[in-house]
């Protein structure tokens, strides 16, 4: 990296990569509901506001308190204790959290130490699910800098509810490429398609997640119902299944937020999360720019206590 990050500005990254995240999250919620067709979407005709954020959406901005709470913003690490007790704290289960996750948060929230919690979902083999990468992105634009530091950080983040090593995995994935949208936008060059994908691997433990990533940076000249269909759009709800082809969407489209989304909605599956792990990596390379203004004043408004800048 050839620039230096000054406090604030890591701050503003990270919430310009919150609003790509959670207007993603909230516009792909609603193909959920009935009467919402995603070909609607293709010809710029998007639902009625107010869009609901979800999960993803809560989770992010309990990462990005944490940030913005730092008392060195300059700080390589991440305080876990806090955003273990800022999720417990603030997760409302009717926001569309899967029934682990309640578990898991309630009993953090009832005093266990995160990482017995952790450790002991799934019957002790911890979740791979893509919970901790819908929220990572703000993350990895904070650390635009390093993608040693993102790859760190992604990690220390997904731990605190992630003990599988894929669902770690799929954490420290976005994180990092969401370090090389925002960095690539800060040197003012547009990664080549594939880029993004291969530094990305770079950085990602090995495992399914990696090579799911391998495999997308040579689908380069696929349709995106043709890259949902060999990567997964998050069916499953495992990180394995919904990083890949979220990050083939964003290496895609990473200039155009509004493509991005529209593909995830087009690709079906796992829709909000999709459409949150690649709005949140598009925003870090396209700022809210990028992210039509109709969009995010259609978004519901970002809890107060994370104390959003993000044009709302």
Excluded: K
């Amino acid at each position: 990296m050839s620039f230096t990050l000054f406090p604030g500005t890591r701050l503003v990254l990270a919430r310009e990569s919150l609003a790509g995240l959670s207007v993603g999250d909230a516009l792909g919620a609603q193909y959920f509901v009935p009467g919402n067709h995603p070909s609607d979407l293709l010809d710029a005709r998007v639902p009625d506001p107010p869009w609901e954020w979800t999960d993803d959406t809560e989770q992010a901005c309990c990462l990005v308190a944490i940030l913005a709470g730092s008392a060195d913003l300059s700080d390589q690490q991440f305080d876990r204790d806090r955003f273990a007790e800022l999720l417990a704290e603030r997760f409302e289960p009717y926001r569309g959290y899967g029934p682990g996750a309640v578990v898991m948060l309630r009993q953090i929230r009832e005093g266990l130490p995160w990482p017995i919690a952790a450790a002991a979902a799934f019957n002790g083999q911890g979740s791979c699910g893509n919970g901790a990468a819908m929220r990572a992105a703000p993350l990895g634009a904070w650390h635009a800098d390093s993608l040693v530091h993102a790859a760190s950080a992604g990690a220390r983040a997904a731990e605190v509810t992630h003990a599988h090593p894929e669902g770690i995995a799929g954490g420290v994935a976005v994180t990092v490429a969401a370090a090389v949208a925002a960095a690539a936008r800060l040197n003012g060059h547009r990664p080549d398609r594939g880029q993004l994908l291969r530094a990305t691997a770079g950085h990602t433990p090995a495992g399914v997640v990696h090579d799911g990533l391998i495999e997308a940076a040579g689908l380069t000249r696929i349709t995106v119902a043709e890259a949902a269909e060999r990567l997964g759009s998050g069916g499953q709800a495992t990180a394995q299944d919904t990083v890949p082809f979220a990050l083939w969407v964003a290496d895609r489209f990473l200039d155009d937020y509004p493509a991005a989304v529209a593909a995830c909605v087009a690709a079906g599956g796992d829709v909000d999360t999709t459409a949150a792990i690649a709005g949140g990596v598009v925003a870090a390379y396209t700022g809210l720019d990028g992210i039509p203004p109709g969009w995010l004043a259609a978004r519901e408004p970002l809890p107060g206590w994370v104390a959003a800048r993000d044009g709302e």
